[in-house]
């Protein structure tokens, strides 16, 4: 299974930038889509997850700043990152769940948030 992110880049803080993760197969096949980000010298963390029925889920520190949706006619999902901080600068990665535990990761985007 394979999971394309794009959409990172540079942008000055208070900007925004919108991620994209396009997903090979179908996304119902998976029982969660998630964003993570890992920054220079700090574990990989969770930033958003969205699941087949219900609301997404938001770290704390992302929240009313981020919006993760989902368009499943397309088997894709999106991160809109608004007023960004110098502390979301990370590479950010897709993440996809089965069921049955196996586990899938794109191979990153970078977002850098600088003046």
Avoid: H
Avoid at 11 to 16: A, D, H, I, L, T
């Amino acid at each position: 299974e394979q999971l394309l992110e794009s959409g990172g880049g540079l942008v000055q803080p208070g900007g925004s930038l919108r991620l994209s993760c396009a997903i090979s197969g179908s996304i119902f096949r998976y029982d969660a889509v998630g964003w993570y980000r890992q920054a220079p010298g700090k574990q990989r963390e969770l930033v958003a997850q969205i699941f087949p029925t219900g609301l997404p889920m938001y770290a704390d520190g992302v929240k009313g700043r981020f919006t993760m949706s989902r368009n499943d006619a397309m088997d894709t999902v999106y991160l809109q990152m608004n007023r960004l901080e110098p502390e979301d600068t990370a590479v950010y990665y897709c993440n996809a769940q089965e069921q049955n535990g196996s586990d899938y990761w794109g191979q990153g985007t970078q977002v850098t948030v600088s003046s």
